[in-house]
């Protein structure tokens, strides 16, 4: 069977539908966007100020100490904050999960198995309203977009729970690694720490986000390239300003001297930043519908399935 030319041609006059961007923006902008985050790490390593400090809004009530002598405050369950952030007329809802400090105990058995139930249980309620038979119009999007996987300072290298979460997290979620508070670490043992954790990962096969697929074109592969060779960002966090050469900055003093949060000489939060949201929002967002949902959702029809041809058929 003969397979029609297709030509593209250019129209006599103008038409007007390149202005169908414009209606999708439009459309888009009025509905706004949702972006969900989930921060996974040890108590103690400055989840709630990272995210405060990227966002550059107060979402999350940090845990740290108020006075030096007092304890560590803990996240006891998991909490989900909301915000509403407004730039330039884009809407962003905002959802952030933090959850408890796991590896914290004595028996760590199992701690992880919260986390992944959470991540998962957001596939299944998304599952169940596409289900429905008049479902909604647009089904809000709970489904967890991105975990930033907090690692301890150490130096050395990861500890096996921090493996197998990690391991767990990336089966089911775009995983996004970060030393935490690598301001406590020299440049040279920050260098030497982030090759050992990404030697780690690759011997432990744990395939991390960003991914590279046919779709993507030559700059967006290299700028994927440039991502894979930062990770683990080395970041610093802070709600506070500090003077430097008179200039108010976001930063923190230490024994070394002013930290400047967005000096990428200092370290690499500008780069998370910019990673998380200015270059990659959309595509978190586009893969974990089309490649973490989608195999949960495969997976589940699938089983849907067999249960239904397993089951006995009605008496003859």
């Known amino acids: 069977m003969a397979t029609a030319a297709v030509e593209e041609i250019r129209a006599p006059s103008y038409v007007g539908f390149d202005s169908i961007t414009r ?3 439009h459309k888009l902008l009025k509905r706004g966007f949702q972006f969900n985050v989930i921060v996974v790490g040890q108590t103690g390593l400055g989840k709630s100020t990272l995210i405060n400090t990227i966002f550059a809004s107060h979402l999350i009530d940090s845990k740290g100490r108020l006075e030096a002598d007092e304890p560590v405050r803990q996240t006891t369950e ?3 904050v909301s915000h509403v952030i407004v730039e330039n007329g884009v809407r962003l809802r905002l959802n952030i999960v933090d959850t408890p400090g796991y590896g914290d105990q004595v028996n760590n058995e199992d701690c992880w198995d919260p986390i992944i139930k959470y991540i998962k249980d957001q596939h299944s309620a998304y599952l169940r309203k596409e289900l429905t038979a008049k479902r909604d119009r647009y089904i809000q999007d709970t489904r967890i977009h991105c975990a930033i996987f907090f690692i301890n300072p150490t130096g050395h290298s990861l ?4 493996i197998i979460v990690m ?7 775009n995983v996004v690694p970060v030393i935490a508070k690598a301001d406590s670490l020299t440049f040279e043992e920050r260098e030497a720490f982030k090759q050992k954790i990404r030697a780690e990962l ?3 096969n744990i395939r991390l986000y960003p991914f590279d697929t046919d779709e993507l074109d030559e700059e967006e592969l290299q700028l994927n390239e440039q991502i894979r060779n930062l990770i683990p960002f080395a970041v610093v966090g802070s709600e506070r300003n500090v003077i430097i050469d008179g200039v108010p900055v976001r930063g923190r003093k230490n024994r070394w001297g002013v930290i400047n949060v967005e000096d990428e000489k200092h370290c690499e939060f500008v780069y998370l930043r910019n990673f998380l949201t200015r270059t990659h929002l959309q595509d978190l967002i586009e893969t974990t519908a089309q490649i973490h949902y989608e195999a949960f959702r495969s ?3 699938l089983a849907l399935k067999d249960a239904s041809a397993s089951r006995p058929g009605p008496p003859a």
């Open 78 to 80: 998991i909490q989900t």
């Open 167 to 173: 391991k767990k997290l990336s089966e089911v979620v």
């Open 202 to 204: 690759v011997y432990q």
């Open 159 to 162: 500890r096996p729970i921090d």
């Open 299 to 301: 997976q589940q029809l």
């Open 23 to 25: 209606q999708i923006e």
